[in-house]
């Protein structure tokens, strides 16, 4: 499947270095977000776009920096980062940010911070 | 307070069996509510959206209590490819802002 698609997959780096995901939808959405799964805990909601513009932060430290171009596309960019930042982190896409429209996933980008 | 709970189980059941899980959620003013269903390293995918009235898609039902704030998802005649973890989704009132619980992990033996 192809709808929402995440690179890279898998992802190691030092606490000092800088990187980003990236996440790219093809189906014609309007909203798009980053979440973080950690294990043994619920998806947890980092950033949602609507239509380009950032509509929520849910406090996230800001070693994590998003950026948003245009409604396809999605970056996550990393600095500085913590070994507890190591996670598996998940774009996802919607029609727009209301009613019952689903949020598609992409397949993540499992990151390990040492 | 969580805002979804769920009970992370494991849940072990044989094919044939029927398995019900259930949610509770904490906003009384949630909007919507989801069931996600995600297998080992993969993505969450959406398995059904939970409607008031209740509602039913082949072998998966799910119901809603506003009132007690509680969300159940009933699997009939059990599947090996039911094994997954069933997550249990609501939308805040937030526009967008969608609240995921752990998670209730399944597995369907032979």
């Known amino acids: 499947e192809t709808g929402v698609t995440q690179t890279p997959r898998h992802l190691v780096m030092g606490m000092t270095n800088k990187k980003s995901l990236k996440c790219e939808q093809h189906?014609?959405?309007?909203?798009m977000y980053w979440y973080k799964q950690s294990a043994k805990k619920p998806l947890e909601l980092m950033f949602v776009y609507n239509f380009k513009e950032q509509t929520e932060n849910n406090s996230v430290p800001s070693r994590f920096s998003p950026e948003c171009p245009n409604s396809s596309h999605l970056f996550l960019h990393l600095h500085t980062l913590q070994p507890e930042d190591s996670a598996l982190y998940l774009c996802?896409?919607?029609?727009?940010?209301?009613?019952?429209?689903?949020?598609?996933f992409g397949p993540g980008t499992r990151l390990t911070v040492l | 307070r969580k805002e979804v709970e769920q009970d992370p189980g494991p849940f072990n059941v044989p094919e044939g069996a029927t398995v019900a899980f259930n949610c509770t959620y904490s906003n009384s003013a949630s909007q919507s509510f989801f069931w996600y269903r995600q297998d080992c390293r993969k993505e969450p995918k959406l398995l059904m959206s939970v409607y008031s009235s209740g509602n039913e898609d082949g072998r998966f039902t799910a119901q809603l209590n506003r009132a007690s704030q509680y969300i159940s998802l009933l699997i009939r005649d059990s599947k090996l490819s039911d094994s997954a973890t069933y997550l249990c989704v609501v939308r805040g009132s937030t526009l967008g802002r969608l609240y995921f619980g752990r998670g209730t992990q399944l597995t369907v033996w032979p």
């Open positions: 996802a896409s919607s029609q727009t940010t209301s009613g019952y429209n689903e949020q598609f």
């Open positions: 189906l014609g959405h309007n909203a």
